[in-house]
């Protein structure tokens, strides 16, 4: 991997910056950011989860215990990476986090005891937190701005597909784990493709401006808070999931989808549609959270929205922070919303056993009001430079 230092750092607001990156660059890229989400679902997100609840119930406090030491890891590892993040580090940075990852992932196969699910907790929040600040700092400098909407759209369809091929969403834990071991692993030979050789930008709109990103810090805590919800209440409600994610052709049907609306969603960031890009799968995933509360039929119907919306917003959760390639920047949107979002979801699912309508009006209200914002700011600075 080799960083030229000696190439001046540009601000530009135009940001695609003629770059071509050579096809391994772009494959390996492509591959790590898979990995990465990967590992996410298929462990973190699934295998973790069926563990603990197979040791301490699903019902114990100790689940929720457990559940809290890995966000708090997870921030732990993304502010200990932005502390210690240099450029000329990044691959045995990266590769690091992802043996952390895996060795967090292998002791699942060993241990049952509450301490020890602690641990693995731990392990799992700080080597995915290091890994995500870590993957986002690094990629613009590997493919640069015109390639990477495309890296992270088909990389971030690819990991939703897999998470939901049969074989993988109904494994077991012992089974999911190892899959999860396969995931690090092929981020491990990912990385070692890596060269950053693409000119150093930094952006210079609105969107990395104190107002942008407080805007899209409230915006993807939002999205991420009422995904985690909907997800939650979807798992947790046998006619719900036999309706919506039941069956082989319907966990396909799923696959694919969020495979097709990755690659779309990574087009049209590339085209700077960044914010009717995160709009679209806003009202894509409050409409089926809307219709989850109303009728578990008419959700079952347009179901395939949700997945669209979850591709959709997850690669703009990446691209956004990858855009800038702060590893600073990274590390806010991935504690406050990222792990942030995701407890705030859960904890309001698993108390009120649904999604409530108040909060889906609000979450579209807030989402609608920092979009708001946002154009108001782009078309003031606009203004002053036609001054």
């Not at 609840?53 to 990476?81: K, N, P, W, Y």
């Not at 969107?207 to 009422?226: C, E, S």
């Not at 087009?267 to 409409?287: F, S």
């Not at 579209?364 to 606009?382: D, N, P, S, T």
Request: positive net charge; contains cysteine.
């Amino acid at each position: 991997m080799s960083s030229p230092t000696a190439d001046p750092i540009r601000h530009n607001a135009d940001w695609r910056e003629e770059f071509q990156p050579a096809g391994l660059v772009l494959a390996s890229a492509t591959l790590a950011v898979a990995a990465t989400y990967a590992y996410f679902l298929v462990f973190a997100q699934f295998g973790f989860l069926k563990a603990v609840t197979a040791a301490v119930g699903e019902g114990d406090g100790l689940l929720r215990a457990i559940l809290a030491v890995m966000g708090c890891g997870g921030i732990a590892g993304s502010a200990l990476m932005a502390w210690r993040y240099q450029e000329k580090q990044s691959q045995p940075l990266l590769m690091g986090s992802l043996l952390v990852c895996a060795a967090a992932a292998g002791l699942t196969l060993k241990v049952r005891a509450p301490a020890g699910l602690f641990v693995v907790a731990l392990l799992t929040g700080l080597g995915t937190g290091g890994l995500t600040v870590a993957l986002a700092a690094t990629l613009r400098r590997a493919v640069g701005g015109a390639w990477l909407g495309t890296c992270l759209g088909v990389g971030t369809g690819l990991a939703y597909a897999f998470s939901n091929v049969p074989a993988v969403f109904e494994a077991g834990p012992t089974g999911q784990a190892l899959m999860a071991i396969v995931a690090a692993c092929a981020g491990v030979v990912a990385v070692q493709g890596l060269d950053l050789r693409a000119p150093p930008q930094i952006p210079a709109g609105v969107d990395y401006q104190p107002i942008g990103v407080t805007a899209w810090v409230l915006i993807f805590l939002v999205l991420v808070g009422v995904d985690s919800a909907a997800f939650y209440v979807i798992q947790h409600t046998p006619a719900l999931k036999a309706e919506a994610w039941s069956g082989s052709g319907r966990l396909y049907a799923n696959a694919l989808v969020h495979l097709l609306a990755g690659v779309l969603a990574g087009y049209a960031l590339n085209q700077r549609a960044v914010g009717r890009t995160v709009l679209a799968a806003t009202v894509m995933l409050l409409t089926s959270c809307l219709l989850i509360d109303r009728d578990y039929a008419a959700f079952g119907k347009t179901a395939l929205l949700y997945p669209a919306a979850v591709s959709i917003y997850s690669t703009a959760l990446v691209f956004y922070p990858a855009r800038h390639g702060r590893p600073a920047l990274a590390a806010l949107v991935y504690s406050v919303a990222g792990w942030g979002g995701t407890a705030l979801g859960i904890g309001l699912a698993r108390d009120l056993n649904t999604v409530p309508r108040g909060f889906i009006i609000a979450a579209g209200l807030v989402v609608a009001g920092a979009l708001g914002v946002r154009q108001w700011a782009r078309q003031r600075a606009k203004a002053a430079l036609n001054r």
